[in-house]
Every structure is written in structure tokens, then in C-alpha cells.
């Protein structure tokens, strides 16, 4: 258990995901991104472009938050507190 990926409702936000993950770093959140689709990396897919739609999908709605043993549930509850004031919960 060393990510916390969640997946938003990008249908339901009046911002992308990665002006989410700028605001929430304005905020001193420390989320992320991991995961990008291999088929787009010339390394895994060298002078192709394959399109892969639902992966490509999903890679634009995941978003890494932090998670640490160092972490107070403070901390947790920050993270949580901010989130949903973001996406208007």
C-alpha cells in the first residue's frame, strides 16, 4: 500500500484534472501523478502510435494523493477536507 490513486469524476468538475492537481498543490498537497500509458512511451511503442482508448481515459482521471506513515490523521483529514472542497462536495 504505497499509492493512493483515486479516480475522478471528471464529468462532474468544472476543471481538469491537472488544474486539480495544480490547486491541490497550491494548497501544500503533495498529490501526483504515476501512472502514464505505456503505448505512448516511443520506448514501449518505438515509431508507432497505437491508440488504446479506455487507458488513455483513464490515465486522465487518476490522480495520485499522499500517503505516508509520517502522516497524521490531521494531515488525512486536510487532504480529504480539501479534496471535496475542490470538487465541490
Known sequence: HHLFVILLPLEQLTQNRDELLAELRRR???ASLHYYPL????LYNPGKRS???VTERITERILTL????SMTFEDADYVVRNL??????
Open 28 to 30: 501544500n498537497i503533495g
Open 39 to 42: 503505448h505512448q512511451m516511443s
Open 51 to 53: 491508440r488504446l482508448p
Open 66 to 69: 499522499p500517503i505516508s506513515s
Open 84 to 89: 471535496m472542497d475542490l470538487l465541490g462536495s
